[in-house]
């Protein structure tokens, strides 16, 4: 057995000792009867309690680490604790997808909690530098201890009823200094919605004798498992995002209470031991300033400490990084607080075998109260240094900020005000100050509109997050990433958006007047002659609006057979001539199914929630462009989706596609199961995320086949466009090696890839022979650097659209980003028109990418869609809705949902 050491200078523990510790606290045996520890085994010995508050056994029934505690019973605990202990109270900030409340303890002194907005106050002043200072030496420091992000990581929620019941019930010299000096606000469940199916798992498959086999039913989670929440998204990469009500209630409080140390309880393989941070050295971001690191090693002391005391194996300078702000553990960093990982080898059930022996539920619960309670003991122990250190944190911003090269951004789509006021609303939930533009003004490439378009001065405590979610970087000092490598937020909105240069005036182009963004709900107009009982020709609105696609699904749940135009007209309206893009959505008023006054209702309601302008229309005649009754005006069908999920496809890519038709496009989508696929007849569309397919089986790859060429249209994303192309976009043998040739499968696992660097090569004097073969060799401890390198693990690049292909419709500029964190190709198609998306020949936008993966991508297709039979198959090489921030590429998942199967081979009907 090895022990892992923080630093040097820490005193060794001896093997046997840890041997000794993890044996006294796992069954003995492949199958083991169920021993669990007390309380006293937990948490500090000879502490007294106050015997008024429960224990979570009294409340629950059981020792914590017997079973997996539901996120119901953990609420019921944690709500026992607060009507029972005066040092304890309960906020429920919010709730889950699936209704889940999402509460917090708040902990602290009574007399602390008496002025708890006075402290919060307090707090407030040291991100602002022209407010009189705060006296440091007499304020509390606020810690936010957060636990199991992801669902089956339950070590971390079943330590909080241990945590939480220390600090409301123990006396002692410490523990009560903690409370006098410190606010905890404790999260016991940061992804109710995963625990919950988590612990439902675990629990339903634990016996009365248990069993540590890794094969055992309960350590193999069906999918999509507990990680994710209810739209299987992992909400640890959501905190910059803010795309979930569980992020946003988070990052609400967050900013009310100013942690100034926030923890992040995880989980990680069977095989591992513990991990805290500070992590990788080399791969900090560079915006987080070296003294965060410096008070991340002094907390890690304490860590250090603690874990030595009971003997447990821990690491703390590998295999984790800092570099994404998105993450529990990084976004103080960019906001003058610490965060702090703990990773946990994981049970992942109450007892599994591994190669140290059996690591059993109750032992990780342990390792994750005793860190919880050594980041309590390191900040309150620097609570001043890491005070003063906050204050010095947004001092130095601002200093930064007068530095910039440029006084601030301006952002704006007048022609997409919703998309707009998602960034806008985006960027205040970080409470980033942003401004409407007072007066028209170009800038760079583009033209802003006053009322249309908002300023986000540098100048600003928050500027720091405002310079990460602006930049576009390409340089690195690493290129290794746990994560992503950029995440550029108007880039990922397609939004126009440019820098105000020195010299400029940010404050006379601010409108002083509004500085929260509101959804932009338009007023619906009236029929001509103003009478709701009557109806004027038709309808029309544009399909530059984002939510139009959200008011077309209301308009064909109705049955009102809206049309598509795919050219260009203009009639006259109400005040003058109305032009439409192609992609504009028409709506003929004769033999409708809804009576006028329930259709202007229905009308009313697509302007105030999709913030859609819907224009009537007098005439069928037009003064411009194909008239009413065109051929080029499309009928469009109702979509009827499925989309594929289950075992072997990828969750987060599936999730994304559930989320953005459900909750963003109120789509309904029914949920087929890959491994019971049903008669296809009764969907019009099947859409294929990224995963792997070749476990379908021989039959219901040639029903998928046999469908498409009937008439239904196949939407694919990465591997799903893959596999697509070799079992639905069959030529003969010939053709598919000739498409082959130029374009080869480069979804290779990063072990399989040559290293850029010349090899070592053995001289013919050292081997002897002259004609032997040189032998390739590189150097062993440089193979996981060279193969990350070779990874694209979060970039965006750019494409070229095809303005006029209905795929593209809505589209203003033919230049769009996309996010990449893979390497599938698409294989080029032998139609000429059936491209919609091609890479530039230099395509890199922001992020990182190898030269090598960066050659392959120059000029390569990235959307294609082509008929095959009487059926269409689009395939997409990159998520349309990453992360679910991505806007800028939603579009083009609901132009393939409404119009992909309106085209032929040659892109006319």
Known sequence: MVAFFLRPRRRCVFAVACLLAWISWSPGGAEAQSVTPGIEDYLPSGTAYDVKVPTPEKVLGWQVGERHVRHDQLVTYM????????????????????HRELVQLVISSPQNLERLDDILAAQQTLRRPSDPPTDLSQLPIVVNLGYSVHGNEASGSNASLLVAYYLAAAYGEEVESWLDQAVIVLDPSLNPDGMARFAQWVNMHRGRV???????????????NGRTNHYWFDLNRDWLLGQHPETQARLARFHQFQPTVLTDFHEMGTQSTY????????????????????????????????????????????SFDDFYYGKGSTYPDIQGAIGILFEQASARGHV?????????????????????????????????????????????SLDLAGQDAHRGWVFGDAEDPARTFHMAELLRRHRIEVHLLSRDMTLGAYSFKAGKAWVVANEQPQYRLLHTLFEQRVDFPDNTFYDVSTWTLPLAFDMPYAAVPAGFDVQSMI????????????????PIGGDDTTLPYAYAFSWRDFYAPRALGRLLRNNLHPNVATRSFTVEGPDGDLTFEAGAIVLPTARLALEPRKLHQLLARIARQDGVRIHPIKSGQVS????????????LEAPRIGLVVGRHVDTYAAGEIWHLLDQRFELPVTLLEIEDLPALKRYNQLIMVDGDYDTLSERDSRAIATWVKRGGTLITIRRGASWAEDNVLVATAEDSEKQRGSQPDIESRAGTLRAEPPPISASPDETGASDVEPVERLPYGDAEKRRAEQLISGTIFAVDLDLTHPLAYGYGDRQLPVFRNHRVLLRPSNDPYATVAAYLSSPLLSGF???????????????????????V???????????AYWYGTNRLMLNAIFFGPELNGNGRR
């Open 210 to 224: 248990l069993v540590a086999d890794p094969q055992h039913r309960e350590h193999r989670e069906a999918w999509p």
């Open 511 to 526: 409108d002083e007047t509004s500085s929260e963004p509101s959804f932009p709900s338009v007023k619906p107009e009236l």
């Open 352 to 396: 599994q075998e591994t190669k140290r022996g059996p690591l059993t539920f109750a032992f990780a619960i342990r390792n994750q109260v005793r860190t919880s309670l050594s980041t309590l003991r390191g900040a309150v122990n620097k609570r001043q240094e890491l005070l003063q250190y906050r204050r010095d944190f947004y001092r130095q």
């Open 79 to 98: 709500r026992r604790l607060a009507a029972t202990s005066p040092r304890v109270r309960l906020d429920v900030i919010g709730h889950s997808h699936e």
């Open 624 to 635: 411009h462009g194909v008239d009413l009754g065109s051929p080029s005006m499309w009928v």
């Open 873 to 883: 198959v689009i395939r997409i090489a990159d998520d349309p809705n990453f992360r």
């Open 849 to 871: 990418v190898s030269d090598d993966n960066l050659a392959r991508l120059r000029q390569a297709p990235a959307v294609i869609a082509e008929r095959h039979g009487k059926g």
């Open 275 to 318: 991990f805290f941070q500070p992590g990788i050295p080399s791969r900090r971001n560079p915006l987080t300033p070296e003294r965060n690191v410096e008070l991340t090693q002094d907390i890690a002391d304490f860590h250090a400490q603690a874990l030595d005391d009971i003997g447990s194996l821990y690491y703390a300078e590998e």
